[in-house]
């Protein structure tokens, strides 16, 4: 009797750029890390829309409070996408989101820094935003089918939320002397913790090797990194504002620039849980969550109703 090699259908996927879809046959380190990395991604995107809220209430107008609303709300879609791509791997909503409550998972160490002023908002959506969309976009054609798919979404909607901070930025940086202050605090402020998103640099990055061997991630953290910084520089430019780095300079031979490093000990502190908001964003995180346990409860009722009423039918 012949038997099936499971492996190697899925080494030949892989090499023909095919999907691996929930059905599929996987090694189990590789549902691991995906589990890992898709459950980071989607705790990352609904802590993510704490700092904006903070500023919901505040909005300069009407206009300006409208298009944050239905940003922090698509925040939350991205967080519902990506724990159902978690989820059909075999891990519970429940188990992943214990884990983020419990402080036991990881997620994206820049939203423990607090927004100060609107032009963090701005300076959110320009880096924040700009820096997530360089990653996501060759996640888009990330090997596991419901990840790539749930990014290509994901990826349309951060390119508005890029293009909603840059537009409050252009506001600031070309309005009142003290509003083109603002800007350029909130860019001295957000700088290197932006470059941190990108994660530690190859050589200390224990998950890459195999991520880029299973096509999970395209393209490494310094890589991704640098293009980040070659396109954010242009338009500081624009805005004739500055990146807060001596050492920044253009290196013809590479055809890229030169920059400083984020500082990785204040990395890890932060990724330990030490950073300035990590504490109240678990707080809230935690708030929310036991304050909607009724709306739960009522949906579970609601559907084992339909269910006992369509089994009785
Ligand atoms: N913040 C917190 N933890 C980080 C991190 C960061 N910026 N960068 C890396 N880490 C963690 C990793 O999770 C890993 O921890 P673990 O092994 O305990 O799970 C460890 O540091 C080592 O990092 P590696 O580079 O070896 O591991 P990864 O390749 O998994 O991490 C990554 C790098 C860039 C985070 C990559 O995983 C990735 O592309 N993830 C998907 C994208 C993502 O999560 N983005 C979050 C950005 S926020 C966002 O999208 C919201 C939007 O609205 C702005």
């Given at each position: 009797m012949s038997t099936i090699d499971f492996e190697a259908i899925f080494e030949a996927k892989l090499a023909n750029?095919?999907?691996i879809e929930p059905k599929d046959w996987m090694p189990e380190n590789y549902r691991k890390h995906l589990i890992r990395q898709v459950s980071q991604h989607a705790h990352s995107e609904i802590v993510g829309m704490l700092p904006e809220g903070n500023w919901i209430s505040r909005a300069p107008s009407l206009r300006?409070?409208?298009?944050?609303?239905?940003?922090?709300?698509d925040e939350g879609g991205h967080g519902l996408y990506l724990y159902t791509a978690a989820e059909s791997l075999g891990v519970s909503r429940d188990e992943m989101l214990e884990a983020l409550h419990t402080g036991k998972a990881k997620y994206s160490s820049i939203f423990n820094y607090p927004t100060l002023t609107w032009a963090d908002i701005g300076a959110i959506g320009w880096l924040v935003d700009g820096a997530a969309i360089m990653n996501q976009v060759m996640l888009q054609r990330s090997s596991y089918g419901p990840y790539s798919r749930a990014m290509v979404r994901i990826c349309k909607e951060e390119s508005f939320h890029q293009r909603?901070?840059?537009e409050i930025m252009t506001r600031m940086a070309f309005g009142t002397p003290d509003q083109k202050e603002m800007a350029q605090d909130a860019?001295?402020?957000?700088?290197?913790?932006?470059?941190?998103?990108?994660?530690?640099?190859?050589?200390?990055?224990?998950?890459?090797?195999?991520?880029?061997?299973?096509?999970?991630?395209?393209?490494?953290?310094?890589?991704?990194?640098?293009?980040?910084?070659?396109?954010?520089?242009?338009q500081a430019e624009y805005l004739n504002i500055s990146i807060p780095d001596k050492n920044l300079k253009w290196n013809e031979s590479k055809k890229g620039y030169d920059f400083s490093p984020p500082n990785w000990e204040e990395f890890k502190n932060v990724v330990k849980g030490n950073g300035i908001c990590n504490k109240e964003r678990?707080?809230?995180?935690?708030?929310?969550?036991?304050?909607?346990?009724?709306?739960?409860?009522a949906a579970a009722a609601y559907a084992k109703k339909q269910n006992q009423l369509s089994t009785a039918a």
């Open positions: 750029n095919e999907f300006a409070k409208l298009v944050l609303l239905a940003k922090v709300q909603q901070g840059y860019l001295n402020r957000w700088w290197y913790p932006s470059l941190m998103m990108f994660g530690p640099p190859d050589a200390e990055s224990p998950n890459s090797e195999n991520a880029l061997k299973w096509r999970i991630k395209r393209e490494s953290n310094d890589h991704l990194r640098q293009r980040f910084v070659d396109q954010t520089v242009v678990l707080e809230a995180r935690n708030k929310a969550h036991n304050e909607g346990a009724w709306v739960r409860e």
